[in-house]
């Protein structure tokens, strides 16, 4: 046999020089649940080892990760029932929680770089990402709502925007919002190909914001459906999206795949709540390996093509490797 391809097996320095894909911090965007009060965590149920923080308590997590090389962040408000209306309006509110705090990590972070969610569900009564008119999540008035939002956020100084509604158009809306207040530089990480999921359970339990009524199917999409992503790609790359997302991601890897070979701009991967939530109950009853599992998953998005990969793995990650 001339070819064997066991040589290249043959020692960990050799399999080391030979590895093709290679996950660092540089790749993290950890996201981080902002809570109301002082000195307060709240761990996630259906997420052990992630918790919900409150202003000054994020920060000491910001400068924790910062330690470890994890640069990015994307923050989630979890806001009581008493700030939600039908039209989010708590999401303009300059004194409010969110927008508050934000402008206080980037004063205090400069370097860090922090992404923030555009959709009406953490603010909205409705529980939906979008405005709820007679029962129907509509479509082109949630449009300005957005473009609000995303202006508001980008006044704190974050850097990228990261809109996860699926609402057709609010990718150009919202670029055009940005650039007509002169933030031009802010980026948008659109949520591109965003299923509607069975694996975001903890998710909305961490920020209570499970729709009130029916389900997400009329603007989220088919997990059935992968050519669905390629018209999604297409469209928010016209409209401006300096990324684009695929969410969830250990299920969509060949959407991953898919969008990293058809397209410039850079793939990010959410590897979502109820992705991290399997890992830790399946290793917590000593069933897998949870550290071999959760590098595997890793490498696994970044093989199928992101660039980016959202995790709740990501500190955990950095304080096995640092």
Same mark, same amino acid.
């Given at each position: 046999?001339?070819?064997?391809?066991?040589?290249?097996?043959?020692?960990?320095?050799?399999?080391?020089?030979?590895?093709?894909?290679?996950?660092?911090?540089?790749?993290?965007?950890?996201?981080?649940?902002?809570?109301?009060?002082?000195?307060?965590?709240?761990?996630?149920?259906?997420?052990?080892?992630?918790?919900?923080?409150?202003?000054?308590?994020?920060?000491?997590?910001?400068?924790?990760?910062?330690?470890?090389?994890?640069?990015?962040?994307?923050?989630?408000?979890?806001?009581?029932?008493?700030?939600?209306? #039908?039209?989010?309006?708590?999401?303009?509110?300059?004194?409010?929680?969110?927008?508050?705090?934000?402008?206080?990590?980037? #004063?205090?972070?400069?370097?860090?770089?922090?992404?923030?969610?555009?959709?009406?569900?953490?603010?909205?009564?409705?529980?939906?990402?979008?405005?709820? #008119?007679?029962?129907?999540?509509?479509?082109?008035?949630?449009?300005?709502?957005?473009?609000?939002?995303?202006?508001?956020?980008?006044?704190?100084?974050?850097?990228?925007?990261?809109?996860?509604?699926?609402?057709?158009?609010?990718?150009?809306?919202?670029?055009?919002?940005?650039?007509?207040?002169?933030?031009?530089?802010?980026?948008?990480?659109?949520?591109?190909?965003?299923?509607?999921?069975?694996?975001?359970?903890?998710?909305?339990?961490?920020?209570?914001?499970?729709? *009130?009524?029916?389900?997400?199917?009329?603007?989220?999409?088919?997990?059935?459906?992968?050519?669905?992503?390629?018209?999604?790609?297409?469209?928010?790359?016209?409209?401006?999206?300096?990324?684009?997302?695929?969410?969830?991601?250990?299920?969509?890897?060949?959407?991953? *795949?898919?969008?990293?070979?058809?397209?410039?701009?850079?793939?990010?991967?959410?590897?979502?709540?109820?992705?991290?939530?399997?890992? *830790?109950?399946?290793?917590?009853?000593?069933?897998?390996?949870?550290?071999?599992?959760?590098?595997?998953?890793?490498?696994?998005?970044?093989?199928?093509?992101?660039?980016?990969?959202?995790?709740?793995?990501?500190?955990?990650?950095?304080?096995?490797?640092?």
């Amino acid at each position: 046999m001339l070819q064997r391809p066991r040589r290249n097996r043959k020692s960990e320095v050799i399999r080391n020089m030979v590895q093709e894909t290679q996950v660092t911090t540089h790749d993290f965007i950890f996201p981080l649940f902002l809570i109301d009060g002082k000195n307060k965590t709240s761990e996630v149920s259906s997420m052990p080892g992630i918790f919900r923080y409150s202003p000054d308590l994020i920060l000491k997590e910001i400068e924790s990760c910062m330690k470890l090389g994890i640069k990015a962040f994307d923050v989630f408000p979890s806001l009581a029932d008493k700030y939600k209306d #039908k039209r989010a309006t708590e999401s303009f509110n300059k004194k409010g929680l969110y927008l508050k705090t934000l402008t206080q990590i980037k #004063k205090e972070f400069p370097d860090a770089c922090i992404m923030t969610d555009v959709a009406m569900d953490p603010y909205s009564s409705d529980g939906h990402d979008g405005l709820v #008119k007679n029962g129907e999540i509509v479509n082109d008035e949630t449009l300005n709502i957005l473009a609000k939002m995303a202006v508001a956020q980008a006044e704190c100084g974050i850097d990228i925007i990261g809109p996860s509604d699926m609402m057709d158009g609010r990718v150009g809306v919202i670029r055009e919002a940005l650039d007509d207040h002169g933030f031009t530089n802010v980026s948008i990480m659109s949520y591109t190909a965003k299923y509607a999921s069975a694996f975001y359970g903890p998710f909305r339990d961490a920020l209570d914001s499970a729709p *009130k009524f029916g389900d997400k199917k009329t603007y989220q999409m088919n997990p059935a459906n992968s050519k669905e992503a390629l018209i999604e790609a297409h469209l928010d790359t016209q409209e401006g999206a300096d990324f684009l997302m695929v969410k969830p991601a250990m299920s969509y890897l060949d959407v991953i *795949k898919d969008l990293s070979q058809k397209f410039d701009l850079p793939i990010a991967a959410y590897n979502v709540s109820g992705e991290y939530a399997m890992v *830790k109950a399946a290793a917590a009853k000593g069933w897998i390996d949870g550290d071999r599992v959760r590098d595997e998953i890793l490498l696994s998005m970044k093989r199928a093509g992101a660039s980016v990969i959202l995790t709740y793995f990501a500190k955990e990650w950095a304080l096995k490797n640092r």
